[in-house]
């Protein structure tokens, strides 16, 4: 029986076929994974989407295939975390819009 290449270096030649069987492997844990740090299934989505676009973009640089996991974890965990935020100053914003009286309290402070 020959060895099989292991998917890090399928992935990093461009096989799609490879990608795609890590895509199968690992979309839904790190949906799940993603959905610790956001409450929007539409963001964690788009989260993990993102990863698995950035993986692609950087296969070349994954060393094994312990490392392509690691990278989607670590990349999920970074893009949620910005996402988070993202929403937090997108919810900030709209409150000082409905309630002006926040904004110039905040602009009061600010100065002070």
């Known amino acids: 029986m020959g060895q099989q290449t292991p998917i ?5 030649e461009g ?17 799940y994974y993603g959905k610790r740090f ?3 299934w539409e963001d964690v989505k788009d ?5 698995f676009v950035q993986l692609w973009l950087s296969r070349a640089e ?6 392509l996991a690691n990278f989607l974890y670590r990349v999920v965990r970074h893009k949620a975390i910005d996402r988070q935020e993202k929403i937090k100053r997108q919810e900030l914003l709209l409150r000082k819009v409905d309630q002006p ?6 602009q009061l402070e600010a100065e002070l």
């Open 8 to 12: 890090y270096l399928r992935i990093a």
């Open 15 to 31: 096989d799609a076929s490879a990608f795609a069987q890590l895509h199968t492997l690992y979309k839904d844990r790190l949906l």
């Open 38 to 40: 956001l409450n929007e």
């Open 47 to 51: 989260v993990v989407a993102e990863a």
């Open 62 to 67: 994954m060393q094994s295939d312990a490392h």
């Open 101 to 106: 009286e926040l904004a110039e309290e905040n």
